[in-house]
């Protein structure tokens, strides 16, 4: 899940792909960037630097993972950053799920998260899945799993580089190609603004929900390709 405060204006910066030495220094970006993310602030801590240590921790993980799939996208300043997973490698099956938490070193989440938080934090983590699972699980000719699609996991702009366009240009390399090749790209996010940016960008509200009294909601996305096959 992903999406932090990011504002649509002409975009003038250069589009590089992260580097894996550059993780450490990203990771501490995305976590002051989700350092007041309503869905971060539910699941973990209310200690501000506890949140921030747990945040470049996931962060980190996540950019990790995703890096080795070669759609991670910044600018030369780490202005923002965009993390994609390409078709067939966002967990589509239980098998790839628990295969892709182990790889995210999910089972120290406990450490993370503080324990009184734990079960609210697996509870939306869960219902975020679920509703991909439901969104993308139509799959064509009666198969089993996910329709092929594009994943967003994980979307920021740095809070110092904010309303300069970054957030759009940063997602435009895989927009572009999955237009090109026919695909659906998806994503989840907890707030309103984030909502709005994304369907400025071509994105469509597939489902809200709110798993609890005192949870954000989440809303998920969808954007069809402009040129579908």
Request: proline share 7%; net charge neutral.
């Amino acid at each position: 899940m992903q999406s932090a405060n990011v504002i649509q204006r002409q975009p003038s910066s250069e589009i590089v792909q992260l580097q894996k030495s550059q993780v450490l220094e990203a990771s501490a970006i995305a976590a002051r960037a989700f350092e007041n993310d309503p869905a971060f602030t539910y699941m973990i801590s209310d200690d501000r630097e506890f949140r921030l240590q747990s945040l470049a921790w996931l962060t980190g993980n996540m950019l990790d993972y995703a890096i080795r799939y070669g759609h991670v996208y910044t600018t030369p300043d780490l202005e923002g950053i965009a993390a994609w997973l390409p078709p067939g490698k966002s967990a589509s099956s239980p098998l790839q799920q628990i295969k892709m938490a182990w790889e995210l070193q999910m089972y120290a989440l406990p450490t993370k998260v503080r324990l009184n938080r734990l079960g609210q934090c697996l509870k939306l983590v869960s219902s975020v899945e679920h509703a991909h699972q439901q969104d993308m699980g139509d799959f064509p000719m009666g198969r089993q799993g996910q329709r092929p699609h594009w994943y967003l996991a994980l979307m920021l702009v740095n809070p110092s580089s904010q309303g300069k366009g970054i957030g759009s240009q940063l997602l435009q390399p895989v927009l572009q190609r999955a237009s090109d090749e026919g695909m659906v790209c998806y994503l989840s996010t907890c707030t309103e603004q984030a909502v709005r940016f994304y369907q400025k960008n071509g994105f469509e509200v597939m489902q809200t929900q709110k798993v609890a009294p005192d949870a954000p909601p989440f809303w998920t996305m969808k954007r069809n390709p402009l040129n579908p096959q």
